[in-house]
């Protein structure tokens, strides 16, 4: 949320590609309002984000309150949820064409939780969900934010002592690495 609020500070409101297991969008969590699932209330409360330009993509699994059954808040305030279920045996290229037509040129933000992979590409991280995104539809979102004007992004939740092979922390570098390549202004040949 910080890190939003930085890129407000220079952009004005973002939109935002969020990427997840989790909505990380309760009041509060286990009584908290500034925890690890909250953030994306706490931007919105702010006027971080523009909520018409918000997706989040991957959502499943538990839920801390019975208040954060579904994803309705989300969808009230203009989001747009896509929940893995919706991701399953499918390339995620179509939906990220409408989410380049949905950004337009205003600035966005990519945050990404390793989580939204499914635990057997990427099981070092703190809560897994099993009926995740593969990889390579992680690749897919990734790959298809070229020609969105990207002001920033990060990478979340890669926990080290759960990933006792290494599988997550590669991913994860890879997938930073990716997030680099579609920066606007990079230059690549195809
Ligand atoms: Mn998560």
Redesign the pocket.
Known sequence: MQLIFAYYEKHGPVGLIHV???A?SSDEMLGEKIAHGTPFRRAFDEGLIIPEKTIQIGLRGSQYSVKDGGQSWQVEQGFRVVPAEECWYKSMSPLMAEVRDMMGQVPVYLSF?I??LDPAFAPG?G?P?IGGLTSIQGLEIIRGCRGIKLVGADLV?VSPPYDTNGTTALTGANLLFEMLCVLPGVKYSD
Do not use: G, M, S, V
Request: charged residues 55%.
């Open positions: 997840d297991a989790h990380d939780d989580d939204a991280t809560t969900e939740e």
